[in-house]
């Protein structure tokens, strides 16, 4: 089965911080995905990128930029980690036919100080 | 903008009891609809997938039906059980990869 593997499963920073947030999958999926997830705001789509050094932004973009240096890497960084950010951050990642399941990582809980 | 409604928020029912989980979308050009499974603190876990030419997806205790141009979907569950405790989300994609995810039930199963 895919697997997509988050870095860290919380993490505690300070404002100002700069903050890398990995994820890799293991099934060669062209597209991958950045979401924050808020409670009674659902998930939001932050990047998303569909293939190597490709990415375009999505709704809610500003203070966030993108890695994707290699297929099965994809990183979200924060340039300074504001206490707003502090959310639930999940990767996920899908084939190019888009006609398979969504799979998901298990979540990085971010709290920002 | 595809907007994705699910109704209700949160649903409490007794062990054994068969249940449905409602989702609606606004925009009816879909390439296809997910079911999620989310335990607190976790991942999305993928349910079951219905491309857009299908109605119905089963897998064991679990269908989820699809009706496209009403722009409704439902995720039936029988015979619950204490284990099925979870927040349940559906989630259409348009095409391009766009998804559009709702906020999700929030189901209890009381023993």
């Known amino acids: 089965d895919v697997k997509v593997t988050q870095s860290s499963r919380y993490l505690v920073k300070r404002t100002g911080e700069k903050v890398f947030l990995e994820c890799v999958q293991d099934?060669?999926?062209?597209?991958m995905f950045w979401y924050r997830q808020d409670p009674g705001l659902g998930l939001r789509l932050i990047y998303f990128?569909?293939?190597?050094?490709?990415?375009e932004k999505g709704d809610i973009p500003e203070g966030y930029s993108v890695s994707r240096e290699k297929k099965e890497r994809f990183s979200l960084i924060l340039e300074s980690a504001s206490t707003n950010q502090t959310s639930m951050y999940l990767c996920?990642?899908?084939?190019?036919?888009?006609?398979?399941?969504?799979?998901f990582g298990s979540g990085t809980q971010l709290s920002v100080l | 903008k595809q907007e994705v409604t699910q109704i209700p928020a949160a649903l409490s029912v007794p062990e054994g009891e068969n249940l449905v989980l409602n989702c609606s979308f606004t925009?009816?050009?879909?390439?296809?609809l997910q079911w999620f499974r989310q335990d607190p603190g976790k991942g999305l876990t993928s349910l079951l997938l219905?491309?857009?030419?299908?109605r119905e997806q089963t897998s064991g205790r679990l269908n989820a039906s699809l009706d496209k141009s009403s722009g409704r979907s439902t995720l039936y569950i029988a015979a619950s059980q204490p284990g099925d405790s979870a927040t349940y989300l559906c989630?259409?994609?348009?095409?391009?990869?766009?998804?559009?995810f709702g906020t999700g039930t929030s189901l209890t199963v009381i023993p």
């Open positions: 219905i491309q857009s030419s299908q």
């Open positions: 925009d009816s050009a879909i390439y296809n």
């Open positions: 996920a990642s899908i084939s190019g036919t888009g006609a398979e399941k969504l799979f």
């Open positions: 990128s569909y293939d190597v050094k490709m990415k």
């Open positions: 099934m060669d999926h062209e597209n």
């Open positions: 989630a259409v994609m348009n095409t391009g990869n766009q998804f559009y």
